[in-house]
């Protein structure tokens, strides 16, 4: 009973800053012609609505592809399809082809940030408490207090009710593929994350761990029995949610081949503008993006990419867990966004989601990622005035994360999971006993760094020569961060199971 | 207790993070040029909708402030910008008012130490400091009206906040000069005076009881009074003399207490008014219907349409200002009398001062639905004593919070008015319910049906009415809807708690209090 009040509070608290956030300002507000990531969605519902499917993905008079053309999966078409259907009802103007371009009202404001608190509402929040009720060997406050965590991580909040996006969608669904396949519910678990990546194609960052689980699954039931069922009725539930999904666009091969291409435009180049990965921070001291070849930068960041995700993804085949399995999710996704080709910044929030699932396990190392994360995206919500609300809602984020977890007093080397990685080297090198202190003194440089980042770029303006200085010190410093995070969260996979099998019980 | 504290300051600050519309205190250029203060009586000021109408120490206030805002936007300064308004001096609006809800934390703060938890609960969340500084801080009415609506509440409340807390203290002349400030900022407590001014008489001029608790007439203690006196006099004559000596006290008062205001605002606050009112136009409808009335003498302009001005009823008998302050002084005697003949000291103190500002509520002349916050804080200090006070501050707490619906009315509000009035009232609920879990259930089940048809209530004013016919027709009637129901729940509370203050047995002197 008690448990139901609070959990019921800390939704509300959820939704009360989100809709307080909505309030503010949104991508592109004002600033013709081509505005931003809001107008976006409102003209994808122009498009759906008013043209036929097969028109969606192509250029044409009535769809020019260089005014935010689609570049989502199916799934997103239909879902703006649906609210331009509400959007009709209400006031017609808001999708009428052409005429409604750069619409922009106090009215209409209202109905996009409703549709995402309700999309929000329905599939996000409820895997999150589902998520929180289902952790195990944890105290019911303690399980409420990680909901509040979620709930309150900022990241996600400025981006889908500031920026404007349905990133909570896409994440919602993984996380329902999450529950699922932890809970052995496997076929729909994967059932939920075809619907995600079928909504937004960067789930394919979450991918690899999620194949490399169901494989190691199958593989411990034995392949000659149990197993060989379970692939292949996995194999066909994946199957049949991308031909549904994907119906329409199957009929023709060209149309298959232009969606495809809208959702990986390989033309467009290694980076495009800031963002906190390798590429763009190597850039700042070798133009790669303007030396190499597109092809090479292609086979570069592939190679790059999977080299460094191959050792967690191979040990989660052999030693599938469920705790494993979250956290080859976070290094998977980490080495996609700092390696991968065509990242954008927001997708630091697909790392983010998988590392608010180990919350309740690491704490201090969680927060602090999760912190770095939203402070990546200072430049982005700094053009979408959005300071205010970011550091008050980060505040907040970090107070609840102390208060629940005491993470401060979690620092030791058997709390961050790195006992067995210290033995293992103090084998050779007997003096290595600080790493603990060592790791408490990081947390302090990076979170003085961040501060002073922002306050810099708050208040001063950056020199003639260089005006995006600021911008790229951000992505830089980040940057290390990130990578710091990638070697922690491989060497914790790597070095777990060694004490997991002399110790504990696999679970 | 400092994650609270830095908790509400956030979600302060949040509310203040948007755009809303304010309602302004017109911060007046007072010696941002140089000029001595003068009252807008000026002939050559042109009169705004939002003259000053609080005593002369808010004045001062405001003065401060605009020597800091010169810092901000200088514009916001020029007396003729009526209505202006810019990012900055939202901003900075915004932010005064969160500086000065330190001190109401830390009035709270103060609070909190006055409250034995009777039995230590095992967690911090069911302690019932905890509870009391949550209600208090996150209370749902004051961020509405503070951050949303915009008023400086925050911090008046907190000097009212800590005035009682110095009772319980036992430190009576601090509490009697923060409540002699309080008064010079904001006329409206007044209606808790007379709590005050008895209890010190009593309780603290009077330094001992007779063994049954009556009251020992030599033990009247001159010096006490006298200093008492004398503080309350030197705090007036600050903040009144200057204007004494210019020769516009009339003037002042004018603009306190301006009775030619009619007896509801524009929306009837949910007191006894409001029910008169009510009965007063469904007699009148049903007299056309039957007949007996002509409609040619009823008045076109009916009470809720909307304008601040006098009217006249149409069945029932009119009420004129001088019949509302005898109903109060009526409604105010039994509590003063209790105070005098049974005091239980600072307990019995609050008591009383909660029903001086229900009592006030119910009976007065325009009175505004804010005022119910004036008794709602207080009882908080009561509700995690005792269960019955508990169940009593609830329905009183929800009901007044639900009243203050139609302050915030535009659709960008409604989710977080909605949000935060669903949070407070679970959180309110739940944790009182559990501290007193092992006493009876704290609401029977006409109580209950009562505040769950809150919710119909809601839906049917605000999402079906508007899309009706009736919104043309009547465009009043979710708003008369509203006061009546709520004025009923604010009705019945005071009910409850005279009736409990009154057969309460008095305190014998083994019970400490």
């Known amino acids: 009973m008690e448990k139901w009040y609070l959990m019921t509070i800390v939704v509300l608290i959820g939704l009360t800053v989100r809709w307080t956030v909505s309030l503010n300002s949104y991508s592109g507000a004002g600033k013709p012609p081509m505005f931003g990531d809001y107008e976006a969605q409102r003209h994808w519902q122009e498009i759906t609505f008013n043209l036929p499917v097969k028109q969606w993905y192509f250029n044409s008079s009535d769809n020019n592809l260089q005014y935010w053309g689609l570049d989502y999966p199916p799934l997103t078409a239909y879902h703006s399809l649906l609210c331009a259907y509400v959007?009709?009802?209400?006031?017609?103007?808001?999708?009428?082809?052409?005429?409604?371009?750069?619409?922009?009202?106090?009215?209409?404001?209202?109905?996009?940030?409703?549709?995402?608190?309700?999309?929000?509402?329905?599939?996000?929040?409820?895997?999150?408490?589902?998520?929180?009720?289902?952790?195990?060997?944890?105290?019911?406050?303690?399980?409420?207090?990680?909901?509040?965590?979620?709930?309150?991580?900022?990241?996600?909040?400025?981006?889908?009710?500031?920026?404007?996006?349905?990133?909570s969608v896409s994440l919602g669904f993984a996380l329902w593929g999450v529950l699922g396949v932890s809970c052995d519910w496997d076929l729909l678990g994967s059932l939920a994350f075809c619907l995600a990546i079928n909504y937004k194609q960067m789930e394919l960052y979450h991918s690899l761990p999620f194949f490399c689980f169901l494989l190691g699954k199958c593989f411990k039931k034995g392949l000659k029995g149990k197993g060989f069922v379970l692939l292949v009725k996995l194999a066909c539930t994946v199957v049949a949610s991308f031909v549904l999904c994907w119906l329409p666009f199957f009929t023709e091969r060209e149309q298959?081949?232009?969606?495809?291409?809208?959702?990986?435009?390989?033309?467009?180049?290694?980076?495009?503008?800031?963002?906190?990965?390798?590429?763009?921070?190597?850039?700042?001291?070798?133009?790669?993006?303007?030396?190499?070849?597109?092809?090479?930068?292609?086979?570069?960041?592939?190679?790059?990419?999977?080299?460094?995700?191959?050792?967690?993804?191979?040990?989660?085949?052999?030693?599938?867990?469920?705790?494993?399995?979250?956290?080859?999710?976070?290094?998977?996704?980490?080495?996609?966004?700092?390696?991968?080709?065509?990242?954008?910044?927001?997708?630091?929030?697909?790392?983010?989601?998988?590392?608010?699932?180990?919350?309740?396990?690491?704490?201090?190392?969680?927060?602090?990622?999760?912190?770095?994360?939203?402070?990546?995206?200072?430049?982005?919500?700094?053009?979408?005035?959005?300071?205010?609300?970011?550091?008050v809602t980060t505040m907040a984020f970090f107070i609840a994360c102390v208060t629940s977890f005491s993470i401060f007093e979690k620092t030791s080397e058997e709390e961050l999971r790195l006992k067995s990685f210290s033995i293992s080297v103090r084998k050779y090198l007997p003096c290595f006993t600080f790493l603990s202190r060592m790791i408490q003194y990081l947390f302090l440089i990076s979170v003085i760094t961040m501060v002073l980042l922002t306050l810099m770029t708050v208040t001063l303006d950056p020199p003639q020569k260089l005006p995006d200085l600021f911008s790229v010190l951000v992505c830089f410093v980040s940057c290390l961060n990130f990578l710091f995070f990638l070697v922690y969260f491989n060497i914790i996979i790597m070095w777990d199971s060694k004490s997991g099998r002399n110790q504990k019980k696999i679970t | 207790m400092w994650i609270k504290l830095v908790g509400s300051v956030r979600c302060r600050s949040n509310g203040g993070a948007h755009n809303c519309r304010g309602y302004w205190q017109l911060v007046f250029g007072f010696g941002a040029r140089g000029d001595s203060p003068q009252m807008p009586s000026h002939p050559h000021l042109a009169t705004s909708e939002w003259t000053l109408d609080y005593p002369p120490f808010f004045a001062w206030f405001e003065y401060i402030l605009s020597h800091v805002a010169k810092y901000f936007d200088q514009e916001m300064l020029n007396v003729r910008n009526l209505n202006y308004s810019s990012s900055r001096t939202l901003l900075f609006q915004r932010f005064s008012v969160i500086f000065m809800d330190v001190l109401f934390v830390y009035a709270v703060h103060e609070c909190c130490k006055c409250i034995d938890g009777k039995?230590?609960?095992?967690?911090l969340t069911e302690k019932p400091k905890f509870i009391l500084s949550v209600l208090l801080l996150w209370n749902f009415g004051l961020l509405i009206v503070d951050h949303i609506h915009f008023q400086y509440n925050g911090f008046l409340f907190g000097l009212m906040l800590l005035s009682i807390a110095r009772l319980f203290q036992k430190r009576h002349m601090e509490g009697a000069f923060l409540f002699a400030v309080l008064l010079h900022f904001k006329h409206i407590y007044l209606y808790v005076a007379p709590a005050y001014g008895v209890y010190l008489l009593r309780s603290y001029c009077f330094t001992a009881n007779k063994p049954d608790g009556s009251i020992r007439w030599n033990s009247f203690s001159f010096v006490r009074v006298i200093s008492l006196g004398l503080v309350v006099f030197l705090v007036s004559a600050l903040s009144l003399g200057p204007f004494l000596a210019l020769n516009q006290l009339p003037q002042v008062f004018s603009r306190l207490f301006p009775f030619k205001r009619g007896l509801c605002h524009a929306y009837w606050a949910p007191n006894f008014w409001a029910l008169y009112n009510a009965l007063d136009k469904v007699l009148s409808v049903i007299g056309l219907k039957l007949k007996f009335l002509d409609p040619n003498n009823i008045p076109k302009a009916s009470m809720t349409s909307g304008l601040v001005q006098q009217f006249q009823h149409t069945v029932l008998p009119s009420v004129t200002p001088l019949a509302t302050l005898i109903c109060t002084l009526i409604a105010i005697l039994p509590s003063i009398f209790c105070l005098w003949f049974k005091p239980q000291g600072p307990r019995g103190f609050l008591r009383c001062l909660t029903l001086c500002a229900l009592s006030s509520f119910m009976f007065g002349w325009h009175v505004h639905e804010k005022a119910i916050l004036l008794a709602v804080l207080?009882?908080?200090?009561?509700?995690?004593?005792?269960?019955?006070?508990?169940?009593?501050?609830?329905?009183?707490?929800?009901?007044?919070?639900?009243?203050?619906?139609?302050?915030?009315?535009?659709?960008?509000?409604?989710?977080?008015?909605?949000?935060?009035?669903?949070?407070?009232?679970?959180?309110?609920?739940?944790?009182?319910?559990?501290?007193?879990?092992?006493?009876?259930?704290?609401?029977?089940w006409m109580e209950t049906f009562y505040l769950l048809g809150l919710g119909p209530l809601e839906v049917c004013c605000e999402f079906v009415f508007p899309f009706t016919s009736w919104k043309v027709k009547y465009p009043f009637l979710p708003l008369l809807l509203t006061s009546v129901y709520c004025a009923v729940g604010i009705t019945y509370a005071w009910f409850k708690l005279y009736v409990s203050v009154l057969i309460d047995p008095p305190v014998g002197k083994t019970k400490k209090q």
């Open chain 1, 256 to 391: 298959t081949l232009q969606v495809l291409r809208r959702l990986f435009p390989v033309d467009r180049g290694l980076f495009e503008d800031k963002v906190a990965n390798i590429w763009c921070s190597f850039n700042v001291f070798l133009k790669i993006r303007d030396i190499l070849p597109r092809h090479i930068q292609l086979i570069m960041s592939f190679c790059f990419t999977f080299l460094s995700l191959l050792p967690a993804c191979i040990k989660l085949i052999l030693q599938p867990s469920s705790k494993g399995f979250k956290f080859t999710l976070v290094s998977c996704a980490l080495s996609f966004f700092l390696f991968s080709f065509q990242v954008h910044e927001k997708s630091i929030l697909l790392v983010s989601l998988p590392v608010c699932l180990v919350l309740s396990e690491i704490p201090f190392m969680s927060t602090w990622f999760l912190l770095v994360s939203t402070f990546s995206l200072l430049p982005l919500l700094l053009k979408d005035e959005l300071l205010m609300p970011s550091v």
């Open chain 1, 87 to 167: 959007a009709k009802f209400i006031n017609p103007d808001w999708i009428a082809l052409h005429t409604s371009r750069g619409y922009e009202s106090q009215a209409h404001k209202l109905f996009m940030r409703t549709t995402v608190l309700i999309a929000d509402l329905l599939i996000y929040i409820p895997a999150v408490v589902l998520y929180c009720c289902c952790l195990k060997d944890i105290s019911t406050k303690k399980k409420i207090a990680n909901a509040l965590c979620i709930l309150l991580y900022p990241g996600l909040i400025l981006i889908d009710y500031g920026h404007f996006q349905y990133n």
């Open chain 2, 119 to 123: 039995k230590v609960g095992k967690e």
């Open chain 2, 378 to 444: 207080p009882m908080s200090l009561l509700s995690v004593q005792k269960a019955g006070d508990a169940s009593i501050f609830l329905i009183l707490t929800t009901t007044g919070h639900y009243s203050l619906f139609p302050l915030l009315f535009t659709a960008p509000e409604l989710p977080i008015k909605i949000l935060l009035m669903l949070l407070f009232t679970i959180y309110s609920i739940s944790s009182l319910k559990t501290l007193f879990r092992k006493e009876k259930p704290l609401f029977n």
